[in-house]
């Protein structure tokens, strides 16, 4: 490393310690001001109970019987400091976590708000972005008290290794100076270890994820059929198993480095320690030192090697501190993922439609397009229906329109004004989506509904509303607590009133009634919304829908051709690309892909329907 580079590394390394220390005074600034009186106070009591002792020791040689007063006075002041010692420690403890719960709490609020501050999904789906996260969420929440509880440390040794410095100064210069530079490869050697740490944790990263997803899949609930079916219990523990194996390997090597690193300089402290005791004990024979001297010598020696060890564990727990500490700071300074202008353009309601004009992308450069020069419009008040084979690029239209990405060419167009002029949350607002991998989250009925707008938690009836368009009403009614009832038994234990298992097809009724929930939107979205249902039930939202959607702006999306046929508008994707677009009949009519998709989907429709009776609507072609 150059000299230019390790003077950025140290004022790099300085301003996180800085940043540190104000999270934690914002976090406590009276707890900080406690601990570090409270270290002065720790650190100048082994001086003042080596230098008692010493008095009292040579008092009581001296035997003279007026200093037994003296005696007693300092016996009870070595037992004021004793007590001292003693309990300081103890509140010490206390307001450094009392510190640490307070961190966390300012901690989290900042680190998750960085995450919200993405607007967009790629660095969601980077591995090393997570990585980095869960070192931030860790050197965040321990950082900025380690740092503190690291400045206390070194205030205390600093106070008790200067005492002791003077006091040994005073009997052997030569002694003092062989015991202070014995220290020194201390302090460099733990110095490259605190980095090794650090650089292991990074490296261990992606091998403890992957473990974790292994531990999180052997207990997951959804997880668990195929787990059990396939007989994979075994094969999913073994893989979670080589993944830990692989860490312990890197942690072992670094421990063995750590132990062989301080077990020689174990060694050295000894021989130091051990040559002072002998000219200690020669000059106490010649009656240069007094048995006080002796033993304030010996007390000395040994306080200043283990003070000394101390200074430099402080100082290399404040360095390893800091050094995480940056994944911290690199989180929450990160800038989005998606730029946003300021000032942005408000959104307007839509007047005239959307549009997607010559829009080329493709989530990375190493990777296939995903759209090629694709032209859409959506004019308000029109459905569009969107249909293709897997990977031709419907879900990933949703996530342009949504601006969850941008495209590397082309632009996507709101009443003529590319959104990337809009902030995009204000966007969003203007849209109602159903993904196809919606959420089921662990909570309640009315929670998992309201999501969908929160300014709608108060009033129910908006809430039934939304439900009932979905189909979703009657089986939430039916609930052990209705609407109350939470749809997971995550959080309980026994109790079947505590929480409710949904179908797949339920929750599909959940996250439709979500999306339907807010009504101020412009464009309503659906991904596969009805993949999830029977025929029958499939039969009956689509109707609901149709109703619902009439003179709304929407994008259906599906396999299943029956459910878009009465859009105003099909395009059908193949490859990116549209490579058909019309009215169902029209597109019938042409005899292309989509024409033979349908009747493939209608004939299946229709042998079933006469072994099953399903609804006739669904199983043939609309005739002109």
């Known amino acids: 490393m150059t000299g230019k580079e390790s003077r950025k590394t140290d004022e790099s390394g300085l301003r996180l310690a800085v940043a540190a220390v104000l999270l934690g005074l914002r976090a406590g600034p009276g707890h900080v001001l406690a601990q570090f009186v409270g270290s002065v106070l720790v650190g100048a009591a082994p001086i003042a109970v080596a230098w008692l002792t010493k008095l009292v020791i040579d008092t009581l040689v001296a035997a003279r019987p007026e200093r037994l007063v003296t005696v007693v006075r300092l016996v009870v002041a070595l037992s004021v400091v004793g007590i001292v010692a ?146 994979i219990g075994a094969y999913l523990r073994g893989r979670m198993l080589d993944e830990l194996r692989t860490s312990n390997r890197f942690r072992r090597r670094l421990d063995l480095r750590v132990l062989r690193t301080q077990g020689t300089l174990a060694l050295l402290s000894a021989t130091v320690s051990g040559g002072g005791l002998l000219w200690a004990a020669a000059e106490a024979r010649s009656g240069r030192l007094s048995v006080g001297d002796l033993t304030l010598f010996i007390a000395a020696v040994a306080s200043t090697q283990g003070t000394l060890r101390g200074l430099v564990t402080s100082f290399i727990g404040m360095h390893q501190a800091i050094l995480l500490f940056d994944h911290y700071q690199a989180v929450v300074r990160m800038p989005p993922d998606l730029p946003v202008p300021a000032p942005t353009r408000a959104v307007s309601p839509l007047s005239e439609g959307i549009e997607l004009r010559g829009v080329w992308f493709r989530y990375s450069d190493d990777q296939p397009w995903i759209l090629r020069d694709l032209n859409l419009r959506i004019p308000r008040g029109q459905a569009v229906g969107v249909v293709g084979r897997n990977g031709a690029g419907k879900s990933t239209l949703v996530k342009l329109l949504c601006r969850f990405y941008d495209p590397q060419r082309g632009s996507v167009l709101w009443d003529g004004v590319d959104i990337r002029e809009f902030d995009p949350a204000e966007l969003r607002t203007r849209l109602s989506v159903v993904f196809q991998d919606f ?132 395009v059908v994707l193949s490859a990116g690309r549209i490579v058909e677009e019309g009215t169902h009949d029209t597109l019938i009519a042409a005899g292309g892909g989509y024409a033979q998709m349908f009747t493939l989907q209608a004939s299946g429709y229709q042998d079933s329907a006469g072994l099953a009776g399903e609804p006739p609507s669904l199983a043939r072609p609309r005739t002109a």
């Not at 008290?145 to 210069?173: K, N």
């Not at 959420?439 to 009925?445: L, W």
């Not at 026994?494 to 939107?521: I, Y």
């Open 86 to 231: 003693a309990v300081l420690p103890q509140l010490g403890r206390y307001l450094n976590e009392e510190l640490n719960r307070r961190v966390q709490l300012i901690v989290q609020q900042r680190l998750y708000l960085a995450v919200e501050r993405q607007p967009g999904l790629r660095r969601l789906e980077d591995p090393r972005f997570h990585d980095r996260l869960r070192l931030a969420e860790q050197s965040g929440r321990d950082g900025p008290s380690q740092v503190l509880q690291s400045i206390a440390g070194l205030t205390q040794s600093g106070v008790t290794l200067g005492g002791f410095v003077i006091t040994l100064f005073a009997l052997s210069p030569v002694i003092t100076l062989t015991v202070v530079l014995a220290a020194l490869p201390v302090f460099a050697s733990e110095m490259s270890l605190s980095r090794r740490r650090a650089a292991v944790l990074w490296r261990i990263g992606p091998t403890e994820r992957r473990a974790f997803f292994y531990t999180s899949l052997l207990t997951d609930l959804q997880a668990a059929k195929e787990i059990r079916l396939f007989g």
């Open 439 to 570: 959420m089921c989250y662990d909570m309640s009925a009315v929670e998992n509904i309201t999501i969908g707008d929160l300014t709608a938690a108060a009033d129910r009836p908006r809430i039934q509303a939304a439900a009932q368009r979905a189909g979703a009403h009657e089986a939430l009614l039916a609930l052990p607590r209705g609407y109350e009832t939470v749809l997971s038994r995550v959080f309980f234990d026994g109790d079947d009133r505590d929480g409710a298992l949904l179908s797949g097809g339920q929750w599909q009724r959940v996250a439709l009634a979500r999306a339907l929930l807010r009504e101020t939107s412009d464009l309503l979205i659906l991904d596969e919304p009805s993949s999830g249902l029977d025929a029958v039930a499939e039969h009956e939202i689509h109707t609901q829908l149709r109703a619902y959607r009439a003179g709304r702006t929407s994008l259906l999306i599906s396999h299943r051709l029956g459910a878009i046929r009465d859009a105003d508008r099909i």
